[in-house]
T-cell receptor
């Protein structure tokens, strides 16, 4: 699986959009980009995934660059409850391994 | 209903003891996992079972023995516990399909403290 690089931490004001970047410059053509988050010490929670098109669901939007070497997770209106560690993962979709990096600690501030 | 449930949530024990953590998923998934999250918060895959067969073993000491009696259950038994085994252990499940990508569903974790 391709490695990912994320900033260790970011701050965001409550109510503003949080844009979390991820670099995956060695991604292969059949690897998907997944985003998870871990709130405090709870189990990680799935957010969204995509291959090459931008994706949106009720939680977030995922923007993948045309060359697929990087992506951005967007939380459109961050709340205090979005404070968490956000993990970007790339994997082949029908392969079992999910490797988690060190993630980005998002601090949403009032 | 909890999709992926683990027991116990907390476990405090002495070095050298043997302990087990149980995991059950009611999602009908064919693949289950154990992850370990240490004090530095790195989340590392340990094992994966697909339809009761071991498919991933990430160089985990053989003191750790996973067992999958059926595809809805994956238990983790640890022999001769060491201080370094103290961590939060997460169980997860997914459906590995050629038709669409499957995401991981995690349990709430089992915090093991070895004294």
């Amino acid at each position: 699986d391709a490695k990912t690089t994320q900033p260790p931490s970011m701050d965001c004001a409550e109510g503003r959009a949080a844009n979390l970047p991820c670099n995956h410059s060695t991604i292969s053509g059949n690897e998907y980009v997944y985003w998870y988050r871990q709130i405090h010490s709870q189990g990680p929670q799935y957010i969204i995934h995509g291959l090459k098109n931008n994706e949106t669901n009720e939680m977030a939007s995922l923007i993948i660059t045309e060359d697929r070497k990087s992506s951005t997770l967007i939380l459109p209106h961050a709340t205090l409850r979005d404070t968490a560690v956000y993990y970007c993962i790339v994997r082949v979709y029908n392969f079992n391994k999910f490797y988690f990096g060190s993630g980005t600690k998002l601090n949403v501030k009032p | 209903d909890t999709a992926v449930s683990q027991t116990p949530k907390y476990l405090v024990t002495q070095m050298g003891n043997d302990k087990s953590i149980k995991c059950e998923q009611n999602l009908g998934h064919d693949t289950m996992y154990w992850y370990k999250q240490d004090s530095k918060k790195f989340l590392k895959i340990m094992f994966s079972y697909n339809n009761k067969e071991l498919i991933i073993n990430e160089t985990v000491p053989n003191r750790f023995s996973p067992k999958s009696p059926d595809k809805a259950h994956l238990n983790l038994h640890i022999n001769s516990l060491e201080l370094g085994d103290s961590a939060v252990y997460f169980c997860a499940s997914s459906q590995v399909s050629t038709l669409k990508p499957g995401e991981l569903f995690f349990g709430e974790g089992s915090r093991l403290t070895v004294l």
